[in-house]
Structures are given as C-alpha cells and as structure tokens.
C-alpha cells in the first residue's frame, strides 16, 4: 500500500521557519519525483517544489524561491521541505504527492497545517 504522510506543520510567526517531512512507504522511491502543493479555501492549490529523487533535481515556484528549500533523503524514504522567513501568505495546508516526474503526480498525502501569524 502506497504512503505519503506529512508532518511538521504547525502554528508560528512571520519570518519565522519550519521544516515538513514527508515519509514515503509502498513504492521504490528512487524511482519517482516528490513534490509539494498547498491549498487555501477557495483557492485553486498551488505547486511549491518538486524533487526528482533520482538525480536531485528540484524546482520552486516563484513565490518561494529562496526561501524554501526542499531535499530529499533516499536512505530513509523522506522528503523535506525547509521554510525560512515565513509569510502569512504561505499559511495553507500543505501536502505532498509522489510520481514518475514533476508535476505528474499518482499518489497523495493528507496534508499537514501551516498557519503563519503576522
């Protein structure tokens, strides 16, 4: 059975940094691209950044770029997402999904909170 579980939101201030995790179990994950997505109500979800767990190759959309950073680590099957100098605007629910390549996407987490207070 494919797994994605998210973790390590939470609540914390501008400028502040947080770091989300997303353990991977149920495929070969050398072989697939992890990537984060963020969802506010009402809005449509937004792609973040994508790893390709193969090579190390990563992608940021625009409006975290130099601020997020994200990693991969094949060994224990998990995906980092390092967020420094938050913004209230990335308060979302952030989650993470797994493919064969960025943005192709076949499996999905459940998400894990982000709140960031101004």
């Known amino acids: 059975e494919v797994q994605l579980v998210e973790s390590g939101g939470g609540l914390v201030q501008a400028g502040g940094s947080l770091r989300l995790s997303c353990a991977a179990s149920?495929?070969?994950?050398?072989?697939?691209?992890i990537g984060w997505f963020r969802q506010v109500p009402r809005k449509e979800r937004e792609g973040v950044s994508c790893v390709t767990t193969s090579d190390g190759s990563t992608f940021y959309a625009d409006s975290v770029k130099g601020r997020f950073t994200i990693s991969s680590d094949n060994a224990k099957n998990t995906v980092y997402l390092q967020m420094n100098s938050l913004k209230p605007e990335d308060t979302a629910v952030y989650y993470c999904a797994a493919g064969p390549w960025c943005p192709a996407y076949d499996y999905w987490g459940q998400g894990t909170q982000v709140t960031v207070s101004s």
């Open positions: 149920g495929f070969t994950f050398d072989d697939y691209a």
